[in-house]
């Protein structure tokens, strides 16, 4: 099993920033790498089970579904149902900590997943920088004060 893990402090407040990300279908508006993004079946983006349905900037689709979401610990867990990245069992939660030293917050997001050897490596830096630490650079410059 491959483990990726990406940290980060952003200076706003956590429940700002919660805001922000809270929406699952609302990656386009916050993370540069998603052109647009639906949740099928009209579903609720916060209803546990919905599927978003996406595109990178590159064209490729994936489709994820919201396992679970809690807004007192601010955080949701999903799984990747359909991705062009060599992976199964792919199964990520974002989370966000306020940090009460000038009111800024601790976000993290985590990943797991089953892949061939050969890819691991390629596939935890891939998600690593350019999925979790990108989505962290760019709330940080939408979310400067």
């Known amino acids: 099993m491959a483990r990726v893990y990406t940290s980060s402090v952003i200076d706003a407040p956590a429940a700002r920033v919660w805001e922000r990300v809270r929406d699952f279908n609302g990656l386009p508006r916050w993370h540069p790498a ?20 996406f595109h990178l900037q590159n064209g490729d689709r994936l489709r994820e579904q919201l396992l679970g979401l809690s807004d007192y610990d601010m955080f ?6 359909e991705s062009p990245m060599p992976l199964t069992d792919y ?14 917050c ?9 892949c061939a050897e050969e890819d691991a490596e390629g596939l935890i830096n891939s998600i690593g920088n350019d999925v979790f630490q990108g989505g ?10």
Do not use: H, M
Request: proline letters at 3%.
């Open 136 to 145: 962290f650079s760019a709330l940080k410059r939408q979310l400067a004060v």
């Open 91 to 104: 199964i990520a939660t974002l989370r966000l900590t306020p940090i009460t030293d000038d009111d800024r």
């Open 106 to 114: 601790f976000i993290e997001w985590s990943a797991e997943f089953e």
């Open 76 to 81: 949701y867990t999903y799984s990747i149902l």
């Open 34 to 53: 998603i052109r647009d993004s639906r949740i099928e079946n009209a579903e609720p983006a916060d209803k546990i089970g919905c599927v978003r349905d």
